[in-house]
């Protein structure tokens, strides 16, 4: 039963910790951050973050 529990929260602490990087990189993105700067603080890839930007009606360079 310990080891459903402990999955059970890693896996909420992954979804959280994506959470806090998707709301980091929007920020830098509003902020007009350059692209390698939101890559390496958030730690999304690339894609990701264009696509955020994208929906935002942002460029990123």
């Known amino acids: 039963m310990c080891k459903i ?3 059970y929260i890693k896996i909420g602490e992954a979804k959280k910790e994506a959470e806090v990087n998707e709301r980091v990189a929007t ?3 509003r902020d007009k951050y ?3 700067a939101i890559k390496k603080i958030s ?4 894609a990701s973050i264009r696509k955020l930007a ?3 009606g942002v460029a990123v360079l």
């Open 27 to 29: 920020d830098m993105i």
């Open 43 to 46: 730690k999304l890839p690339e």
């Open 54 to 56: 994208d929906s935002m």
């Open 5 to 7: 529990i402990d999955d």
């Open 34 to 36: 350059p692209l390698e």
